[in-house]
């Protein structure tokens, strides 16, 4: 049974603060993805892996950096948080291939003030 | 440009109603193709894939690329159908092999009243 996690549910930040979402995954999966979910919006691809040290830029990478130190954990970092950030993070993990399935993280709902 | 398309933000129906959630996608190569659903406070996981031909809590979806579209059915909706859906399709790209990035739909909210 596939495991994503993600380390935080619900996180409160301020304008300007510097903001870590982790995702671990346990499925050996060699792609992990970082989006956000917004009303309306649907899914937007922020950032994805496709293997140690590597990372591509999604849809909306403006205003946020990844790192991807491990094969399991995908990181997220906002250098500086600000309102319009306020959203769900979904993190996901994946194998090779067009036809594989994402596994979802719970994700984490961020509130920035 | 790679895109997909729901149109329907919420569909509301009764409980024993046929069910038909719109998908239409633009792609150039040939697609994979997925539906995507979240049910109240949970994950985000897989309902259903075109490759595989298979029917997943009675819903079913077909491929059809000279409309392209890959319209979600079900021909009696439950109570229990309430919930997020969207539509995918898998972008093929090549990173030192080949890596499929999802490209979702807005997302359609089903609600079946009783």
């Known amino acids: 049974d596939v495991k994503v996690t993600q380390s935080s549910r619900y996180l409160v930040k301020r304008t300007g603060e510097k903001v870590f979402l982790e995702c671990v995954q346990d499925?050996?999966?060699?792609?992990m993805f970082w989006y956000r979910q917004d009303p309306g919006l649907g899914l937007r691809l922020i950032y994805f892996s496709y293997d140690v040290k590597m990372k591509e830029k999604g849809d909306i990478p403006e205003g946020y950096s990844v790192s991807r130190e491990k094969k399991e954990r995908f990181s997220l970092i906002l250098e500086s948080a600000s309102t319009n950030q306020t959203s769900m993070y979904l993190c996901a993990s994946g194998g090779q291939g067009a036809t594989y399935e994402q596994y979802f993280g719970p994700g984490t709902r961020l509130t920035v003030t | 440009a790679q895109r997909v398309t729901q149109p329907e933000k919420l569909l509301s129906v009764f409980k024993g109603a046929p069910v038909e959630l719109k998908c239409n996608y633009s792609?150039?190569?040939?697609?994979?193709l997925f539906w995507y659903v979240q049910y109240s406070r949970q994950r985000l996981q897989l309902l259903l894939r075109?490759?595989s031909r298979e029917s997943i809590k009675g819903f079913t979806a077909d491929l059809n690329k000279g409309e392209t579209s890959f319209h979600l059915k079900k021909p009696f909706a439950q109570e229990e159908d309430s919930a997020m859906y969207y539509c995918?399709?898998?972008?093929?790209?090549?990173?030192?092999?080949?890596?499929?990035?999802?490209?979702f739909g807005k997302g359609t909210k089903l609600s079946v009243k009783p």
């Open positions: 075109h490759i």
């Open positions: 499925m050996d999966h060699e792609n």
């Open positions: 792609y150039s190569g040939s697609p994979e």
């Open positions: 995918a399709l898998s972008e093929v790209k090549n990173y030192g092999g080949s890596q499929g990035n999802l490209i």
